[in-house]
C-alpha cells in the first residue's frame, strides 16, 4: 500500500453479503495475537471493529511486519472479505460473521504503550481523566458523545409545547412592551423614577388644601 490509500468502508458496515468484495480499511489496532501460526487484528474506527486475518504461510512479509503492531497504533490495510467458519462467528458483534484476510497492510502511525486497556471496566477514574484524550475512545463513551450530539441537535429544532397559564393570559389580554436590554435598563430606570416623581408630586398637590378666603394667609405652604 502506498500514501495514494482510500477507504472503501467503515468497520462495522462489512457482512455476509461483502464476501468475496476487495475492501479498505483503516483505524487504530485494537489487540494483534498471534494464534495458531495466523495474525489476528481487531481494527476499531469510530463505528465499530472488524478482525483481519494474516497467513503466514501466504504472506510472510505481512506476518513478520504485524508481530510489530500494538494497540492503537493506526493502520491501513487491503484484503477480501469471507466468511467466518460457524465455531469462530462472534455474535456479539456486528461483523463477527465476517473477517478480512490481508494482503495488504501499511503503518500509518506509531503509538507509545497504553497506560490501561480501553475496555477495562476495572480502570480508575482518576487515571482515566489523567489520560482523557485515550478515555475518549473507549467504546462506551463513544455511544454517550454520539448520543448527547444527536440530541443538542434535534432539541433546539423542537417548537415550545408549554407555557406558564399567567404569560399565556396575559399576552392574550394585554399586549406587553418590549423587555429593555441590559444596555439601555439604566436609561428606563431614569425615567422610570422621574416619572414617580411628577405623579407624586401632582398628588400632592390635588390633595393639599386651598386658601380660605376669609383668613389673609393659605394654610397650604
Known amino acids: 500500500m502506498d500514501a495514494t490509500y482510500q477507504r472503501t468502508h467503515h468497520c462495522n458496515a462489512l457482512s455476509l453479503d461483502h464476501v468475496g468484495q476487495r475492501v479498505d480499511l483503516s483505524g487504530w489496532v485494537n489487540s494483534c495475537r498471534n494464534l495458531g501460526g495466523l495474525v489476528f487484528i481487531d481494527l476499531r474506527d469510530r463505528e465499530g471493529v472488524t478482525q483481519l486475518v494474516i497467513d503466514p504461510a501466504t504472506q510472510p512479509e505481512l506476518a513478520s511486519r504485524a508481530g510489530a503492531i500494538r494497540e492503537e497504533w493506526v493502520i491501513a490495510a487491503t484484503g477480501t472479505v469471507r466468511a467466518r467458519p460457524e465455531a469462530m462467528v462472534n455474535r456479539q458483534r456486528p461483523t463477527g460473521a465476517i473477517e478480512v484476510a490481508v494482503d495488504g497492510l501499511e503503518i500509518l502511525n506509531r503509538a507509545a504503550p497504553m497506560p490501561f486497556n480501553l475496555e477495562d471496566p476495572s480502570v480508575s477514574e482518576d487515571l482515566r481523566l489523567k489520560y482523557r484524550y485515550l478515555d475518549m475512545r473507549r467504546s462506551g463513551l463513544v455511544s454517550n458523545l454520539r448520543l448527547r450530539h444527536k440530541i443538542t441537535k434535534v432539541v433546539p429544532r423542537a417548537p415550545a409545547t408549554t407555557s406558564s397559564p399567567a404569560a399565556s393570559t396575559r399576552d392574550a389580554s394585554t399586549p406587553s412592551p418590549r ?43
Open 179 to 221: 423587555r429593555p436590554s441590559s444596555t439601555n435598563r439604566s436609561s428606563w430606570s431614569a425615567a422610570w423614577n422621574a416619572t414617580s416623581r411628577s405623579r407624586g408630586a401632582s398628588a400632592m398637590r390635588t390633595s393639599a388644601p386651598t386658601a380660605s378666603r376669609s383668613s389673609p394667609r393659605s394654610t397650604w405652604r
